[in-house]
């Protein structure tokens, strides 16, 4: 445990991969490998620290895009994920849910996934969302149109509709696992922007931008910037957190 104020929830947009893997003269699916090693040590950390909820981006909607190649890669590295990292996240009593539509991928992947949730389902530690085949725009869509459905089904009235109603909604509503917004949110790789990663519970979160591409991404990096965002007064467009 370290002594300050932890955030409950952490998003990480675990970018630089690719770069990574040019840097080191290694073809790209090399690079999200390390990137899954670098994601397994996050994972052990936010765990032993007691943060309760972390959500990472490991493949969105328009990741699709890529070559053929790097995509397969992609899901075949989370058929390996399992295989090495399911017993350890039990003994963690780590919890995974998925965030997005995870059966359009190859019939290893999914099964692979469906037996890493089964078998951690109980689990009440950390709460470890993976968003895959996951866009915040998509999201945001898809739950207004359940909404809508509802609204017809059930003779509401739409102009009662709330915020709440549209977060019940979202894959973190949908979860019932109570997964609150992101407090914090880290992007390594330089680059400064969301990407379409929690588009709608980002609201408020704050950001840390970091140079460091994620293969790179220490242990010990990650304690600093969750000291430097303990230090940040949060205002949630109001009055500073914790004034009277
Ligand atoms: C972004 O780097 C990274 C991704 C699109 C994939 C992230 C995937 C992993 C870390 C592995 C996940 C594994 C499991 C089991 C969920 P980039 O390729 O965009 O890097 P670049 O911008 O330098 O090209």
Known sequence: MIDIKLPNHVGIIMDGNGRWAKAHKLP????HNAGMESMKKIVKATSGMGIKYLTVYAFSTENWKRSTEEVSGIFKLIVKYVNMELKELDENNVHINIMGEYDMLPKESVEAIDKMLRTLEKNDGLIFNIALNYGGRDEILKSVKTL??????????????????????????????????????????GEERMSNF?????????????????PDFSEDEYRKLLEAFSQRKRRFGGRNEGDK
């Open 28 to 31: 790209r699916v090399l690079g």
């Open 148 to 189: 809508y459905k509802e609204c017809i089904r059930e003779g509401k009235d739409i102009d009662l509709l709330t915020e709440e109603d549209i977060s019940r909604y979202l894959y973190s509503g949908t979860a019932n696992l109570d997964i609150p917004d992101p407090d914090l949110i880290i992007r390594t790789s």
């Open 198 to 214: 929690l588009t709608w519970q980002s609201a408020y979160s704050e950001l840390i931008f970091t140079e460091t591409l994620w």
